[in-house]
Structure formats: structure tokens, C-alpha cells
């Protein structure tokens, strides 16, 4: 099995910036790829970024081009999502997700193991 633990999510004013983290432990070997999703109250999970252990290879939703970015630390198996210029519509609770499969994956579906999830709100 694979445990995923999320840090770093908070209160921030639109504009600014936070730093979210994934640790994962356990049988990390398996997993091809991390991914980060969000849920918004009244709203299905959805896809926010992802990224290959291997060779780093990212994918974003729209929404967050531009503004997130997903990096990883493999001697440490933590994995990053770094957000600058939030808006409010980005408060949601964040997950970390692991998948096995080969292949960039934008479904919930797609991945294996969940973290419980760590809160983000942005005021405006």
C-alpha cells in the first residue's frame, strides 16, 4: 500500500501564494505518477496537475496553467504543487493522489491512493 499525507494548505488573500505537499510512504515503488485534484464544496472532484516519477514529465487543467506548478522530490517521495496568484475560485480542499498505471491520467478514476486532503481558502 501506499499512505499519502498532505501539508502546507491555509488562509491566503486573492493574489497571493501558497505551497502545498504531498509526502508518500509505504510501497512508493509502484506508483508511475502523483496527482493533485480539488474539491470544491458542492462540486465534483477535479483534475488540478499531475507528474511522472521518472522523467517529470507535468500536465495541468486549464484552470491553473500558468499559476501552479507541480514538482517532485524522488529522494524524499514528495511530491509539490506551488500556486501563485490565487483566486477565491481556487478555494477547495486539495488531494494528492498516486496512480500505478503507465500513463498521464486526468481522471479521479485514474489513480489508486488518496490523501485526506489538506484545505485551501482564498479571500478576496
Known amino acids: 500500500q501506499v499512505q499519502l499525507v498532505e501539508s502546507g494548505g491555509g488562509l491566503v488573500q486573492a493574489g497571493g501564494s501558497l505551497r502545498l505537499s504531498c509526502a508518500a510512504s509505504?510501497?512508493?515503488?509502484?506508483?508511475?505518477?502523483m496527482g493533485w485534484f480539488r474539491q470544491a464544496p458542492g462540486k465534483e472532484r477535479e483534475f488540478v496537475a499531475t507528474?511522472?516519477?521518472?522523467?517529470?514529465?507535468?500536465a495541468y487543467a486549464d484552470s491553473v496553467k500558468g499559476r501552479f506548478t507541480i514538482s517532485k522530490n524522488n529522494a524524499e517521495n514528495t511530491v509539490f504543487l506551488q500556486m501563485s496568484s490565487l483566486k477565491p475560485e481556487d478555494t477547495a480542499v486539495y488531494y494528492c493522489?498516486?496512480?500505478?498505471?503507465?500513463?498521464?491520467?486526468?481522471?479521479?478514476?485514474?489513480?489508486?491512493?488518496w490523501g485526506q486532503g489538506t484545505q485551501v481558502t482564498v479571500s478576496s
Open positions: 493522489a498516486a496512480r500505478r498505471l503507465p500513463g498521464l491520467d486526468y481522471g479521479v478514476k485514474g489513480y489508486d491512493y
Open positions: 509505504g510501497r512508493t515503488f509502484i506508483t508511475y505518477c
Open positions: 507528474i511522472t516519477w521518472s522523467d517529470g514529465r507535468t
